[in-house]
């Protein structure tokens, strides 16, 4: 059986920020939906991020759950949210994997997509 975890993006533009010295930042927000196409529950464990910016600096993120869940998304159900990225640059990429524990034991990895963070303008 093929597993089937829809994982979608959006991102938005929020603005400039200052971090502590002369460079500011960028700041993106991002919203994940992820959908339970499968028919047992899918618990989201752990995830692992690769933030690279326009200057091809990457950064790794990686922990438990996310936004402080450990969400268990039943089956035919979804579950969203939203967090924020800050890069040094106004362009930019994410991209990554989602572990998830099924109810049968199982664990599986599930990639995200590649999805650009951009200033609006900033790509022609």
């Known amino acids: 059986?093929?597993?089937?975890?829809?994982?979608?993006?959006?991102?938005?533009?929020?603005?400039?920020?200052?971090?502590?010295?002369?460079?500011?930042?960028?700041?993106?927000?991002?919203?994940v939906t992820i959908n339970n196409n499968?028919?047992?529950?899918?618990?989201?464990?752990?995830?692992?991020?690769?933030?690279?910016?326009?200057?091809?600096?990457?950064?790794?993120?990686?922990?438990?759950?996310?936004?402080?869940?450990?969400?268990?998304?039943?089956?035919?159900e979804s579950f969203e949210y939203t967090s924020a990225s800050m890069i040094k640059t106004e362009v930019g990429t994410m991209e990554g994997y989602y572990e998830f524990e099924f109810a049968n034991g199982q664990c599986h990895r599930e990639p995200i997509p590649v999805f650009n963070l951009s200033k609006p303008n900033s790509i022609h």
């Open 1 to 31: 059986m093929k597993k089937s975890l829809g994982i979608s993006t959006k991102t938005r533009f929020i603005g400039l920020q200052d971090n502590g010295d002369k460079t500011p930042v960028y700041v993106f927000s991002y919203t």
């Open 38 to 76: 499968l028919s047992q529950q899918a618990q989201l464990k752990n995830r692992y991020w690769l933030i690279t910016n326009g200057d091809g600096e990457k950064i790794e993120v990686q922990g438990e759950g996310v936004v402080g869940e450990q969400p268990i998304i039943q089956p035919n």
